[in-house]
């Protein structure tokens, strides 16, 4: 296995399939057979889950409700995400731990590095609820945060695309996939890899990034073994 310890990053979003809210059972359970492959095969798996399918803070604001508030919602929704994902993996023999970086007592842990390291060398997926437990971060922050705590080897960003274009390629025809591309072209060209605040994070700590199509069966697992899938960003 090319990586031992890793990071995966979904996106709220992602859990929704095609439905227009909320989350997507054969979806979510298309995840947890993708994740049960690489655990069977010995890969520590820590993992951040979004919220944006259910509540985001931005949106709220534009509401009109206060910023902190609307934050603090999707903080939750990314605990229901985790909350379905690790009923999802437990389901099928998958062990896990639910994480919060918001204190839930009888639902979850809270995070505590140490215990998160001492899980993932038992054997456990470790999930991260609750983004960073702050407001006016991301869960691509709080999944930057959590991959340099637990030292992953690498953050994978399993999106709905198949990785990293020079530019948007619904818009530009001419637009092609990176293979590689290294931090310092994506801040040059200012390309879309995650936010600022998460994508300084790993470059300061010098965490590799990939980004791949998590919808693509076996693409993770592909991935850990160490072929080329998707757009690696790193130094
Ligand atoms: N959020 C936050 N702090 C964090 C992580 C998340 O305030 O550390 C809030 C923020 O409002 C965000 C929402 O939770 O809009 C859902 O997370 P995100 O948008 O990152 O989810 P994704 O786009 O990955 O589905």
């Known amino acids: 296995m090319k990586y ?11 859990l929704m399939g095609d439905k227009q809210f909320g989350i997507d059972n054969n979806r979510l359970l298309a995840y947890a057979e993708e994740i049960k492959k690489v655990w069977e095969a010995g890969v520590q798996v820590a993992i951040v889950i979004g919220g944006g399918n259910i509540f ?10 206060e910023r902190t508030q609307g934050d603090y919602m999707g903080m939750l929704a990314t605990m229901i995400n985790s ?10 023999g998958v062990h896990t731990r639910l994480q919060s970086a918001i204190e ?5 842990e809270p995070f505590i590095k140490r215990r998160a390291v001492r899980h ?33 080897d690498v953050i ?18 001419t637009a092609t996939k990176y293979e ?16 600022m605040t998460a994508f300084t994070l790993c470059n300061e700590n010098k965490l590799p990034i990939i980004v791949f199509d998590m919808n693509k069966g076996g693409n993770l697992m592909r991935l850990v073994e160490g072929e080329k899938v998707g757009t690696l960003v790193d130094f």
């Open 120 to 152: 993932l060398e038992k054997g456990r997926v470790v999930i991260f609820g609750a983004g960073t437990g702050n407001p006016f971060f991301t869960t691509d922050t709080a999944a930057s945060l959590r991959a340099i705590e637990v030292e992953a």
């Open 180 to 195: 590689r591309v290294s931090f310092e072209e994506v801040f040059q060209k200012n390309l879309n890899v995650m936010d």
């Open 104 to 108: 839930m007592k009888t639902i979850a």
């Open 56 to 65: 985001r803070g931005v949106q709220a604001e534009q509401g009109g409700m």
């Open 156 to 173: 994978l960003k399993g999106t709905r695309v198949d990785g990293i274009y020079t530019a948007d390629p619904e818009k530009d025809p």
């Open 83 to 92: 909350m379905a994902l690790q009923s999802a993996l437990e389901t099928i």
């Open 4 to 14: 031992k310890r890793i990071l995966l990053k979904l996106s709220g979003e992602a």
